[in-house]
């Protein structure tokens, strides 16, 4: 196959895949492999009974292979491919897929998904709708970022002042009842601070 470009579906994205990196399962050949392109949206329809937490599906940003195994499909150029992605992906958070693929059948096609009649905007309002959503996406991966930031700076504090009260570097008992505002984080940082070049 002369496209080498190897993508896959990592939870909700595609992402490239080295092609010589020899984790996880790897084909004897990538022949079978299926090209796609940018606005293709691709699913995951496999393994429905037993992994209920992934996202099953994601939009395609440049041409590349992706296994068989997944079902690649587009949009007629009347509509945005990344209003349908989110329509899709609305499916999937209602988990709308794993309804068609209980019992025995563990997964399904895209043509086994029946026909649904859906009133859809036209071209213009989904492409503000698909831009709004991923406007908040964006903020709300923003605030996901500090609030981690955030956690990993308490965590460091909290063992910097387990070490300091430990050996005895801070007196803990003119604080510990003061309560737990960010003005009381400060002089604690304050604190640990001060006995650090007392100490040095």
């Known amino acids: ?68 195994a997944y079902d690649a499909v587009y949009v007629s150029k009347n509509h945005d491919p990344a209003f349908w992605a989110y329509t899709l992906l609305s499916l999937d958070l209602a988990k709308y897929y794993y309804s068609l693929g209980g019992g025995v059948r563990q997964s399904i096609k895209f043509k086994d998904i029946p026909n649904m009649l859906v009133k859809f905007p036209d071209l213009e309002e989904q492409r503000r709708i698909a831009i709004g959503i991923e406007s908040k996406i964006r903020k709300m991966d923003e605030l996901i970022g500090k609030i981690e930031l955030s956690i990993k700076y308490l965590k460091e504090l909290k063992s910097s002042i387990v070490t300091e009260a430990v050996t005895g570097n801070l007196d803990i008992t003119k604080w510990k009842n003061r309560g737990t505002s960010n003005y009381q984080l400060v002089k604690i940082e304050n604190n640990i601070a001060n006995s650090k070049k007392v100490t040095t």
């Open 1 to 68: 196959m002369p496209e080498n470009n190897l993508l896959s579906l990592s939870y909700g994205n595609i992402v490239r895949k080295d092609m010589n990196n020899n984790e996880g399962l790897i084909p004897e050949s990538y022949e079978t492999y299926q090209i796609v392109y940018p606005g293709d949206i691709v699913l995951r329809l496999t393994d429905l009974q037993n992994d209920k937490r992934s996202i099953r599906q994601g939009l395609v940003k440049e041409k590349g292979i992706v296994t068989s």
